[in-house]
């Protein structure tokens, strides 16, 4: 059973805004890929999303495009499509490199930091976003999810993975400390802080099929995977 933080830390976290997440991400660049703590859920929320399966993709913080690669090597057909956005430039450099060689069916771009995705509806079967929704607050969370659910055919996955509370003691430590590390400043932990994804999808618009919290070197992700209705 998860031990969440107490109610009074939990009001006292502060999203940081678009420009500093932005500023942070410009500067951190390549080093996101040493991120090793993601590895395992990643690989988890592909095989649980059917990754293998998906004929469209939107992905909403693209990073290096380290994942996208992945994907269009690994499970896209010539049919496939991807389209990934970030709000950082570095990144979206760096994805468009990673993904050069698939240009014809796959493409990244420069978002403003607003939840609006830039693509019509009901045109994709997976909604992927890794390690981005800690970085928001709730009420651009809820508009990321509702853009989702636009975006997505009926029966389309969203398919999620975050930081988050910790449900063993090494990963309630580790919780703990990456908490305090971010109420002293967000910037130091790149303004992520743990969530718990499932508070945001208990309505008629999904039906979560999978959820479960993956512990990686200590830290704890949440993976989700929810159906459109």
Known sequence: MRAPLNSTIRRKMKVLKSDKIRKFYDSFGSKQ?????????????????KLNEATSIVEFGCGTGKLASRLLKNNF???????GLDISQTMVGLCQKNIEQFSEHAKCY???????????DQCADRFISTYVFDLLSEEDLIS???????????????????????????????????SALYRLNPFIVGGCHPIQLTKYLHNDKWRIL???????????????????L
């Open 33 to 49: 890929d040493k991120q090793f703590y993601e590895e395992a859920p990643i690989s988890v929320l592909l095989e649980q999303g």
């Open 144 to 178: 990321v999810l509702n853009e989702a659910h636009r975006i997505l055919v009926p029966g389309g996955y969203l398919c999620l993975a975050s930081l988050t509370h910790g449900v063993s003691l090494v990963s309630r430590i580790v919780e703990n400390i990456w």
């Open 77 to 83: 057909s010539s049919n496939s499509k991807y389209l």
């Open 110 to 120: 420069k978002s403003e930091g607003e939840p609006k995705v830039n693509i019509e």
């Open 210 to 228: 999978y959820d479960s919290v993956v512990v990686s070197y200590g830290v704890p992700s949440e993976i989700v995977v929810a159906e459109k």
